[in-house]
């Protein structure tokens, strides 16, 4: 994967909302931006949840073209951070999709368990038809869904149960794993809640933090042993420079 593509898919998968831009059925020809949290599917697609008495979902039940803008957190110059820009048809999922795509959800954002109960909220997917990456000054690219999505190997069952194993049985090493990456848990318990090909996913209070492996893994047995890896100092280490 080049490494524009490596930078725009960390940002996708590192970031747990972004600016949804609908097609206004209000004001014809218009677009209309709303902060929109989301998750990545089983296939990499970018999921959301919005109630039926939005306009964004009275915008996409007319209209299903859609973009959702991604933009890094950091300090400083604003327009050198990076920017995705996710152009995408999007459709409601059925029954079965939205219960694979919930148990991934509720993980991410437990506080929206009640929404699915009280508002009538109901999953969206996204699916891109192109990408746009800024990564900095002079750093732009068009990209292609397959140059950046992919699947999930752990999506579903192997998911669940991970993130059940690491916090019922092993919450000293995810402590620890902030410990080395120097990440502030303020009080709170850090949770396991999502690990895919290239990363785990921690939940501490209201913030994601992605803890990226060293290489890709795709299996169970993998990811035992990167876990276990993750809690020696060594791993944490970066290269000295050439």
């Not at 930078?7 to 902060?35: F, I």
């Not at 699916?127 to 579903?156: C, K, S, T």
């Not at 921690?202 to 290489?215: H, M, N, S, T």
Request: a negative charge; charged letters at 20%; aromatic letters at 8%.
């Amino acid at each position: 994967m080049k490494k524009s593509c490596q930078e725009a898919r960390a940002l996708l998968c590192e970031r747990t909302h972004g600016v949804l831009a609908t097609m206004s059925v209000a004001l014809p020809g218009y677009p209309l931006g709303s902060l929109t949290p989301y998750v990545l599917n089983d296939q990499g697609l970018p999921v959301i949840l919005i109630s039926e008495i939005a306009q964004h979902t009275a915008n996409l039940k007319q209209d299903p073209r859609c973009s959702l803008t991604i933009i890094q957190q950091d300090k400083g110059e604003v327009q050198a951070h990076g920017r995705l820009s996710v152009l995408a048809d999007a459709r409601p999922l059925n029954a079965e999709e939205s219960e694979a795509a919930a148990a991934r959800y509720m993980r991410f954002f437990p506080e929206a368990q009640g929404y699915l109960k009280t508002h009538d909220f109901n999953f969206w997917v996204l699916q891109p038809v192109r990408l746009r990456y800024i990564g900095g000054f002079g750093n732009i690219h068009w990209m292609e869904p397959d140059e950046l999505l992919q699947a999930n190997p752990f999506a579903g069952r192997g998911e669940d149960a991970a993130c059940t194993h690491m916090n019922n049985d092993h919450a000293d090493a995810i402590a620890s794993y902030c410990r080395f990456a120097g990440i502030d848990c303020a009080g709170h318990t850090p949770q396991m809640v999502g690990v895919d090909a290239e990363a785990l996913y921690l939940r501490i209070g209201r913030q994601v933090e992605r803890l990226a492996f060293k290489q890709p893994i795709d299996s169970m047995d993998g990811l035992r042993q990167e876990t276990i890896a993750m809690c020696k100092p060594d791993y944490w280490a970066k290269p000295s420079a050439a």
